[in-house]
């Protein structure tokens, strides 16, 4: 292989590939990036086997080959090089690549490139929706941050991805709360298609979409194990989780006994300032919510967490509340979560008592659902 390509365009293609690098493995190879020439261009990738992200990049092709090249001392040794053109070949000899820029240059032993592993690829036979890319990014945003942590269940580590008529729905859980986002498909599609999808991946694509704008294809391989997209000159794949997601419309109350509108800017500040405390008591906040006495004024949450040795926390934040009284817990943290990525400057609660399930949406929005269970404490 013998190339030359700019430093700046070859820095941020390895850049986009490196969240896929493998951070411990067995496999020395997936701690290297793959750079093949392909078609004139250079196509570089990386792979953990969860994900692989492949990127292509304009480049001045002298000489077929291909080589992977450990990915962190790959990124630094470029990061380093000034602007400009970057010259690079292989040494056959020992297997090693050399990078030139001007005067500096620098020799890097690879792994064989027969060793990597096949990246799979948009074909004509996968299954294939179009989406808004800055649709899905959104989608992603508010969802992804719900689904478990670890991998103890997996399913839950994922976000079942359904694509339906001309709807596409995320949702995630935890088995304490539930994130589900509806959105209008670029084309309706035949029958119903379940996915899981690994939460990390998602966000790796989120990632990857950035300022992108225009339409998106996300494909699901004949197997149904991956599903894949291209974003411009790139291509993210990733597994798909086996299992059966939790029953959304069974988990999503119907109806509110008691309904408030509030700023949602004022309730985060609220909830974050209790959270403060909250935190030595297993993240409990409590909120009392008061109609108002009339229909001219205004209803009231009280947010309020206690610690025994660092103090309280009690703020107030008006609010248009319909239907009865209700005191309720709920995990800090899980409330700051939801309010945080929301954009709206009205938010809406429904809750159904102390002890179901409550929920919060943008105002004026149902596309949008976020289901936290409450938290039981002494006194309730």
Request: glycine letters at 8%; charged letters at 25%; a negative charge.
């Given at each position: ?349 429904g809750l159904n008592g102390t002890t179901q399930a409550g929920i919060v949406r943008p105002s004026g929005s149902e596309s ?13």
């Amino acid at each position: 292989m013998r190339l030359s390509c700019l430093q700046e365009n070859l820095q941020r293609a390895l850049g986009r590939v490196s969240r896929a690098v493998a951070s411990r493995t067995a496999l020395p190879v997936l701690s290297n990036v793959l750079l093949a020439t392909d078609e004139g261009r250079l196509r570089i990738a990386a792979t953990n086997l969860e994900i692989g992200v492949t990127t292509w990049i304009e480049a001045d092709i002298q000489e077929e080959g291909r080589i992977t090249i450990d990915a962190r001392l790959l990124n630094e040794f470029v990061n380093t090089l000034p602007p400009g053109s970057v010259e690079l070949s292989i040494e056959s000899a020992r297997l090693a690549l050399l990078l030139q820029s001007g005067r500096d240059k620098g020799s890097i032993n690879g792994i064989d490139a027969e060793d990597f592993p096949v990246i799979a690829t948009i074909t004509d036979d996968s299954t294939v929706f179009e989406v808004d890319a800055q649709q899905i990014r959104e989608l992603i945003s508010l969802v992804e941050f719900a689904a478990a942590s670890d991998d103890s269940r997996p399913v839950l580590a994922g976000v079942l991805t359904r694509f339906e008529q001309d709807q596409i729905m995320l949702a995630s859980a935890d088995g304490f709360r539930m994130a589900v986002n509806e959105a209008t498909l670029g084309a309706p599609v035949e029958g119903r298609h379940d996915i899981i999808v690994p939460a990390r991946s998602y966000r790796e694509l989120a990632r990857i979409i950035g300022d992108f704008d225009g339409k998106l294809r996300l494909a699901i391989t004949p197997n149904r194990s991956q599903i894949m997209a291209r974003v411009g000159d790139t291509e993210w794949v990733s597994r798909l989780i086996d299992g059966t997601f939790p029953d959304v419309k069974q988990i999503v109350p119907k109806e509110f006994v008691t309904r408030l509108d509030l700023n949602r800017e004022a309730l985060l500040n609220a909830v974050r300032r209790a959270s403060y405390f909250a935190r030595e008591n297993n993240d409990v906040v409590r909120l009392v919510i008061a109609p108002g006495e009339d229909d001219l004024t205004p209803g009231s949450v009280e947010v309020s967490a206690n610690a025994a040795e660092r103090g309280n926390s009690h703020s107030f934040v008006d609010a248009s509340v319909s239907g009865t009284e209700v005191q309720i817990a709920f995990n800090g943290r899980y409330l700051a979560d939801v309010l945080s990525v929301l954009k709206n400057g009205q938010v809406t609660l429904g809750l159904n008592g102390t002890t179901q399930a409550g929920i919060v949406r943008p105002s004026g929005s149902e596309s949008y659902t976020h289901v936290i269970m409450p938290m039981v404490i002494g006194g309730q």
